[in-house]
């Protein structure tokens, strides 16, 4: 009560009045990046925020997040504690939950090196395609039998194949462990550990713990995790032991298990452990499939809710490659163009991390001349950077067009388009992103045209904002 009544001694950013104790917690739902108009109209485009005791930035304006991800990059690239990311990262061993620090930053370069080079890219484009040749065996047998699909499913099963067998050495197709049509259970579990507000990440000390013991919300997400864990300690196992069912190259893990039983011999900097690889699985699995399922199955919504969009993909596709192809490959990508903005205007519409990841403030800082103290929880709200009216025409629209004479792109030098970051968290994964979803679209505009099954369906599954792909009409082309 004394900290709310006392004059400030510092020039917070504007935001709602804080009630005591809860804070902003009631005003929650505004942080929905849905409702960037509620917040920003009425306070401006850095608005200050407290839920229960996490003071929190939000900024929705391209010129403050240059700010904070360029000018204050370093101040601002440390990540909250919370206790959802603890224990998706074994403890905070993996790169994406954990603080910014010595360690994060060699999780970081070896990952760079062994998973996300261009070199090692192009060494599983040929994993790439035979998955999505799979997945063009199973359509063509629906499009035949003119049976509907679950679109969503399948796309989720499709880039689950795909990390697994490029990041993870893990062929899901013949895994005992898991079924391969399961991906998206376990990603729905992930995402309740990541977005569940629990009373111990916003109430310091025995209380939080308490009312998290009382309400059953410490046990539910503890069974949501044992799921996800039984799956990458199985994983885990496949690259420990020598009888290993593990089939594909040598890959990230299998790198790290290497430094893990030769540390003693030449002690390098960094020495990981079980919680480091399982905390690497865990950031692969997790930060790859659900973003990049996510970007397909909103691109297949657009443009099946956009005919002369579509129309205008499918063209540019089937002229470039001709009619007659068998098999897609990555060199089928090279010449096309519309295609590629089409990709672009989606990641703009539906950033699938529509605030980023939280960051910290690591010291006192300023944005838009407010002060921001250290420890301050800062989300980007990208989503509504990238519709802006002030820098994005209609910018609901899906218009692919608006790229046409536009340098704009999505690599995190632009900072009115940001769906994979900027700066020194930006997203290591977006060659590999970017690869899984093109080639995946491109095989499902080439070979097939796409409707929904009942007209009568169509203003439920596809005008919602909700991402309910579930079941659309595929034909052969
Ligand atoms: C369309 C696909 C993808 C999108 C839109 C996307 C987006 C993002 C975003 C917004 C962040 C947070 C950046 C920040 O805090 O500034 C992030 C972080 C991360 N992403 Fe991606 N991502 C995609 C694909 C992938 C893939 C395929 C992988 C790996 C298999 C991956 C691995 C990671 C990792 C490890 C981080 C944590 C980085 C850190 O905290 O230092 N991402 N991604």
Known sequence: LWKNLKPSKWNLPPGPRKLPIIGNLHKSRELNPRNRRNLTEKYGPVVHLRFGFVPTVVVSSKEAAEEVL??????????????GFRMLSYNYKNIGFTRYGEELREMRKLSVVELFSPKKLQSFKYMREEENDLLVKKLMESASRLSPVNLKKTLYTLVGSIVCRTGLGTNLHECEYIHEDSVEDLLNKAELLTTTSIFSDLFPGRIGELMDLISGQK????????????????????????????????????????????????????KPTTDHLKGMISDIFLAGVSTSTSTMIWAMTELIRSPKVMKKVQDEIRTTLGEKKERITVQDLTNLHYFKLMVKEILRLHPPAPLLLPRETMSDIKIQGYDVPAKTQILINAYAIARDPKHWKNPDEFNPDRFVDSSIDYRGLNFELLPFGSGRRICPGIAMGIAIVELGLLNLLYFFDWGLPEKEEAGETITGNEVALDLVQVLNH
């Open 70 to 83: 360029k000018t204050h990059d370093l101040e601002c690239c440390s990540r909250p504690e919370k206790v």
């Open 219 to 270: 046990k539910r997400l503890e069974s949501a995790f044992s799921e996800l864990d039984t799956f990458f300690l199985n994983i885990l196992d496949s690259h420990l032991k020598p009888e290993s069912t593990k089939i594909e190259s040598f890959d990230l893990i299998d790198v790290m298990v290497d430094m893990m039983r030769k540390q003693d011999k030449d002690g390098g900097s960094f």
